[in-house]
């Protein structure tokens, strides 16, 4: 018998069940309206890569703002604001008790709480580091100003345009990561 609303023809979850049911997790990230993100901070040992790979796209591209949409409680954030030294670091969170646990980690950026659908920025080509799901993602490339550089955390937007797109995998003992650039 299948719960109402989860979408699929699976017997129940046991709620005292330790084991994930993955198909119910898919569901849950990636079709329960109004769902953005996967609320999974990023690993803080795929920081330092990440924090390289934008160092990199900084040296190359001359951009020195770095935009964040959905940046939960501010770990990546203030990792990559300490290793990357951008100009400036925008964190965009629609949740205000994460936003203000964030603005306690940064030490130059700001945090704004908005909505990403009508997010507060200035005209301006933006460095964008993103561990969005793929549609919000997708909205977010959509949106950016030619110029720009999207960096995205294991999603990928299958139907964006962009320029280029350069994907490096990281492996490790029992998974691989993604980080896609999406260059604008």
């Known amino acids: 018998m299948d719960k109402p609303g989860r979408g699929f023809e699976k017997e129940p979850i046991d709620e005292k069940d330790p084991s994930i049911d993955t198909e119910a997790l898919l569901y849950v990230l990636e079709e329960v309206p109004g769902r953005l993100a996967p609320y999974v901070p990023t690993p803080h040992w795929l920081l330092d890569t990440i924090s390289e790979i934008l160092k990199d796209i900084m040296r190359d591209t001359r951009l020195d703002i770095v935009y964040e949409p959905g940046c ?3 770990e990546a954030a203030a990792k990559i604001e300490e290793s990357v030294h951008p100009r400036h670091y925008i964190c965009l969170e629609i949740d205000a008790s ?3 646990i964030a603005r306690t980690k940064l030490t130059t ?5 908005a909505d990403l659908r009508n997010p507060p920025l200035r005209p301006h080509p933006l460095l ?5 799901l793929p549609r ?4 977010v490339i959509q949106k950016a100003e030619k110029g720009s550089v999207i960096v995205s955390l294991e999603y990928r937007a299958e ?3 962009v ?7 990281i492996e490790t003992p029992l998974t691989t990561h993604h980080v896609i650039v999406y260059m604008v």
């Open 98 to 100: 994460l936003a203000k």
């Open 163 to 169: 320029k280029k797109e350069i994907v490096y995998r």
């Open 159 to 161: 139907h964006a345009e």
């Open 72 to 74: 939960g409680a501010g």
């Open 128 to 132: 964008i580091y993103s561990y969005l």
């Open 136 to 139: 919000p993602l997708e909205y």
């Open 109 to 113: 950026g700001d945090v704004v709480v």
